[in-house]
């Protein structure tokens, strides 16, 4: 079930929404429990036992760790729930990549397992196993399965995250507080994601589909194609982890924050710093602070720059290009360190630029199918290959999206929020804007849902990870 659906805006979320307040305070949990197993359901109907399975064998590892007092056996307990949950993920996710790969390097015809992918199980995975090894630090574990069921599968950020720490919501898992203010300001957020991924996101989408399909290809569509590409993953993805956000304030709890303007960095160190900020704090304080981080010297700082960015990688897909997009980061953020960083602050244009472009051929690596692709489409932007530099249909279709394009590189930075906040200094226009708000936010919903209506919505990109 998608966020941006007439399904879930018109009778899921209404349904869910007026059961949660009808509920008794005792009871709310629950209510949000069941909710959330029939979304995930509705389109994981056998994969909902796996992830049911999952917050079973979480929850009792929890309570083993917690009993456990000898620091050796509480050891073993954190590594055998970790590889626990590891292991469904493997199984599902990568197997079939492990054995092809093998049978390309032995020459074996091992037949492929062609297991289905369950949709979030990257993302609930991680949420588990930072559980477990929070409690193994010292975090109390949770008594309550219910609770426990509601931080792994709570439908707001169940299918593609933020990545949420246990720490960070377990006493709104207990007792949080609901008004109309709060209420307000989730909405608020909700529909600010929906247009992101109705409004923008995806008619940037139908750019990319327009391109692949095309037979003109020309220096000028592949320039379409890769700006495009950049601003089409940012919009879907922040525009998911949004209405996340949104929902979980109508709920009554604060996910955190996963996007902050991360075409405005000055360094690829800084990109990632406000890119998919969940996952990448969650590699720093689950991967690379254990082994070691900065305190054991710079040959080992590199090595595990390169482990966890070849790990961030490979989560994203059981692919080669993938693994290539990882280790690719790795590579600028060694260099960064090493180098270009006091470097890059002096000069802040140019290192605007030099983000920018390097994120552009990441994202082309990202988003192909394959390696062979993606090198296509970086020969693509320099001409290689006789490519005639313009051609009628990417002029045609430059033509077509110049205001979507053009709205997504205003939206893609503070200049709006920086002006509202400007503007709101002054007692008139803040009483102006606060008078506005809900009329914009209503139109905004409208025009959403004559999109959705007519069928032009595609599924969150991220929900394939």
Known sequence: MLFSSILFLYYFLPCMAGL????????????????????????????????????????????????????????????????????????????????????????????????????????????????????????????????????????PQLIAGPIVRYSDIAEELETRQHSFAAAAVGIRRFIAGLAKKALLANQLGEVCSVFRASEEKSVLFYWLYAVSVVLYIYFDFSGYSDMAIGLGRLFGFHFPENFNYPYMASSITEFWRRWHITLGTW?????????????????????????????????????????????????????????????????????????????????????AQNMAEACSDIRGLFGVGEIPLVSAEAVYCLRSYALTLMAAVLCAVPLGTRLIEKASKNQVCRKLINAMEPLVLLALLLLVTAYLADGSFQPFLYFRF
């Open 283 to 367: 590699f720093r304080d689950y991967v690379y602070i254990p082994l070691g981080g900065n305190r054991m010297g710079r040959k080992r700082q590199l090595l595990l720059i390169f482990l966890v960015w070849g790990l961030t990688g490979f989560w994203h897909g059981a692919s080669w290009n993938f693994l290539v997009w990882g280790l690719f980061f790795g590579v600028l953020l060694a260099v960064e360190k090493i180098w270009l960083l006091s470097w890059l602050e002096k000069n802040k244009a140019v290192s605007h630029i030099y983000v920018l472009f390097l994120v552009m051929i990441s994202f082309l690596i990202f988003h």
């Open 20 to 155: 949660y307040v009808l509920a008794p305070k005792r009871q709310k949990n629950t209510v949000l429990l069941f909710g959330s197993l029939f979304f995930y359901a509705w389109g994981e109907p056998v994969s909902v036992f796996l992830m049911a399975g999952s917050i079973v064998l979480g929850y009792g590892f929890g309570i083993l760790l917690e009993t456990c007092s000898k620091a050796g056996t509480r050891r073993i307990v954190c590594l055998l729930s970790v590889t626990v949950s590891l292991s469904f993920l493997v199984c599902l996710k990568y197997a079939d990549f492990l054995i092809a790969n093998f049978n390309a390097i032995t020459g074996a015809d091992c037949p492929l397992l062609h297991t289905a992918l369950p949709v979030g199980i990257s993302f609930y995975t991680f949420q588990m196993i930072s559980y477990t090894i929070d409690v193994y630090r010292g975090t109390a574990a949770q008594k309550n399965l219910v609770q426990l069921a509601v931080y792994i599968a709570m439908f």
